[in-house]
């Protein structure tokens, strides 16, 4: 297993993720492109570094332990970016702390998991080669689910509808081209 991210470099995409957050969370933002929507899907583009990227994200149907504060939804997301140097980067941003030893985080689609290292409210794929595989699963699948344990130390999962998954996924590559 490959693993993607130096420190400095995690810390450099999770800048990057927060900002697609706020770009989600407020529906607009200079430079981005609301690309459509697709069931529980969006599809967006903008540039990283004068380079053209798209991605697309969606917030989570249900968060357990529903007895938690979660944070605000609409800073809870999974992404999936394409960009010229990788076409299916997977992260999460949630929007509470997660636990510096999260050594269980991980996504899974319908019951096959993937491990996930974390780092601040973001998380990625452990692997790169885990990346076309998973994403290949989310256009296959009907849900997605993510496990973080809080910086407080408590286990959640997001559950995330894959409905609108390949539309948008597939309206994203026709914009960002290989």
Known sequence: MTSRYSGRM???????????????????????????????WTAWSDTDQGAKICYIASNPQTREPTNLNHGDI??????????????????????????????????????????????GRAGWLASVEDEPGFVAAMRAGSSLQVRITSGAGNNTVHTY??????????????????
């Open 10 to 40: 995690r810390r450099a995409l999770a800048g990057l993720v927060a900002g697609i957050g706020v770009i989600m969370a407020a529906g607009t933002a200079s430079g981005a492109t609301n690309l459509g929507t697709f069931n529980n």
């Open 74 to 119: 609409g800073k809870t997301f999974v992404l999936v970016t394409i960009r010229p140097s990788n076409r299916n980067e997977v992260a999460v941003l949630v929007d509470f702390p997660i636990s510096q030893t999260n050594a269980n985080a991980s996504a899974s689609v319908d019951g096959r998991s993937y491990p996930m290292v974390t780092e």
């Open 161 to 178: 509808s894959l409905s609108g998954v390949t539309a948008a996924l597939n309206r994203a590559a026709q914009e960002c081209p290989q």
